[in-house]
């Protein structure tokens, strides 16, 4: 299952730089997490309508230059997985239900993006 977020998602900096605008209180972070965290959702509800098993992610980030840094890019990530389990697209997004997190980078100038790609995986039991 595959999702389109449009446009880019905060990265590292960007983060830092809301929670720094609060003093000490974390409101301008969490008005940024809310309105992107929601975004994510909304585009997972859309797309999958049935709550899913443990899923891997591959997630390609159409950026539209090369000017953040691949790390600071992935700081993302938090948003679509906590938009996935806002959503009920996956229960929680714990270790027992995301499995590997795999990331590409691309330059895409007319239309940066997060291409996301969900694959349900089958859990083999340890023994």
Known sequence: MKLIIPGELPGLNEI???????????QPYNDMKQEHTEKVAWIARSKIKRELGKVDLNIIWHCENRRRDKDNIMAGTKFILDGLVMAGTIKNDGWRHVGNISHGFV??????????????IKEVENI
């Open 16 to 26: 830092i730089a809301e929670s720094k605008k609060g003093r000490g209180r974390w």
């Open 107 to 120: 330059v895409d100038k007319s239309n940066p993006r997060v291409e996301v790609l969900l694959t349900e």
